[in-house]
Nanobody, 116 residues
Framework: QVQLVESGGGSVQAGGSLRLSCAASGIISNLNAMGWYRQAPGKQRELVAVITSGGMTNYADSLKGRFTISRDNAKTTVYLQMNSLKPEDTAVYYC??????????WGQGTQVIVSS
């Protein structure tokens, strides 16, 4: 069973920065991608950014230029650097892993609060 452990969330003032981390452990077969999604109160979960096993990245259009996804060389830890944070970035951020096995795994989520 795969575990995704997120860290780095917290409270920050608008304009500040946070760096989220997600470490994957367990048996993973044919990793396809890892990424971040977020869910604000009363809203659906949405894509933030993903990075494929080949290193390609994809971002939500509204976040390009402020958020950067990266990973470690072992490809089992993914990071999300968030700069110039806005109150509308307030959400629970979830790490996601897609592979052959497991097909789709989620972390427990980490809260990000941006105050104006």
């Amino acid at each position: 069973q795969v575990q995704l452990v997120e860290s780095g969330g917290g409270s920050v003032q608008a304009g500040g920065s946070l760096r989220l981390s997600c470490a994957a452990s367990g048996i993973i077969s044919n990793l396809n991608a890892m990424g971040w999604y977020r869910q604000a109160p009363g809203k659906q979960r949405e894509l933030v950014a993903v990075i494929t096993s080949g290193g390609m990245t994809n971002y939500a259009d509204s976040l390009k230029g402020r958020f950067t996804i990266s990973r470690d060389n072992a490809k089992t830890t993914v990071y999300l650097q968030m700069n110039s944070l806005k109150p509308e970035d307030t959400a629970v951020y979830y790490c996601n892993l897609k592979a052959t096995i497991p097909s789709n795994s989620w972390g427990q989520g980490t809260q990000v609060i941006v105050s104006s």
